[in-house]
């Protein structure tokens, strides 16, 4: 389908079914889940709770990613631009489907807020996008760096048995800097102040809710 022939009304449309396939779904991966080949380790109570309160915190930066993305291209000017951020919110859906997967295995749920995560995400993404596409770029930039930054977090914190989580957060590190250089090499401007401070502080809240609810 050529998306110039889409009317504003059939783009809205593909949001609602992408908001609801993201926060109400179960996505597939198009990949093999990274976790596959790895043991699943017993692991005592209180490193189970504390693994799936991360997993939590990662599928929800998930659910964001795919929000944000989405809201950005929602309102991109240039077709280009919007191809970029529908791709890279595609292979979100991975990270997404494995995150999941992994909650599942920990007898865990995802957080009870996704619909407001979403929503929230979603109408930044949208305000960013309003700026233009340099700065659409510019915020995929910074929203991969923070993710990568607390992936690398995760990877020091969970535990030591719990390989499979290991596994999963170990591509999808790899995943966001490969996101964010592209992003950089597609002409992205980098962000003034206070901006990155303030999705930092957005991002902190969410962890510290995501990983109990
Ligand atoms: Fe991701
Ligand atoms: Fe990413």
């Known amino acids: ?44 109570e209180g490193e189970r709770r504390h693994a799936a309160g991360l997993m939590r915190i990662n599928h929800v930066g998930e659910v964001c990613a795919q ?3 989405v809201g950005q291209a929602a309102v991109a000017r240039d077709e280009a631009t919007r191809a970029h951020l529908l791709a890279a919110a595609q292979e979100e859906t991975d ?3 494995w995150c999941a997967q992994r909650l599942d295995e920990l ?4 957080s009870l807020l996704n619909p407001l995560w979403y929503a929230g995400s979603y109408a930044i993404g949208a305000l960013a996008g309003l700026r233009g596409d340099g700065w659409n770029l510019g915020f995929v930039v910074e929203t991969e ?11 020091q914190t ?3 048995a719990d390989v499979r989580s290991r596994a999963i957060l170990e591509v999808m590190k790899a995943d966001e800097a490969r996101h964010a250089n592209h992003a950089q090499a597609q002409g992205a401007r980098v962000l003034p102040q206070p901006v990155p401070t303030l999705m930092a502080m957005a991002s902190n809240l969410m962890k510290t809710v995501a990983y109990r609810i």
């Open 1 to 44: 389908m050529n998306a110039r022939a889409l009317s504003p009304f059939d783009r809205l449309l593909i949001d609602a079914q992408n908001a609801l396939d993201t926060v109400f779904g179960a996505p597939l991966a198009q990949r093999a889940n990274p976790s596959a080949d790895e043991p699943d380790v017993v692991l005592d």
């Open 67 to 69: 929000a944000l993305y």
């Open 95 to 97: 990270h997404l489907a």
């Open 107 to 110: 007898d865990s749920r995802p």
């Open 145 to 155: 760096r923070q993710v990568e930054a607390h992936l690398d977090e995760h990877l």
């Open 158 to 160: 969970l535990p030591n």
